[in-house]
């Protein structure tokens, strides 16, 4: 298990919590501006799955 924690940060492993807002904020063209676009359906999953 990974923890670090700072005043204003905190680090640590993936929880199965994390997927719903994780989509949700991958789904989000404001968030995603800088990426080359949002991320929809299973993309953000895979992403996890592979840490």
Known sequence: MIHLETRRL???DWK????VPFRRLNADKKV?????KPFHS???MI???RL
Request: zero cysteines; glycine letters at 0%; hydrophobic letters at 35%.
């Open 10 to 12: 905190q680090l640590r």
């Open 32 to 36: 995603m501006t800088y990426f080359p």
């Open 47 to 49: 992403f996890i799955k």
């Open 16 to 19: 199965e919590t994390d997927l």
């Open 42 to 44: 299973k993309k953000p």
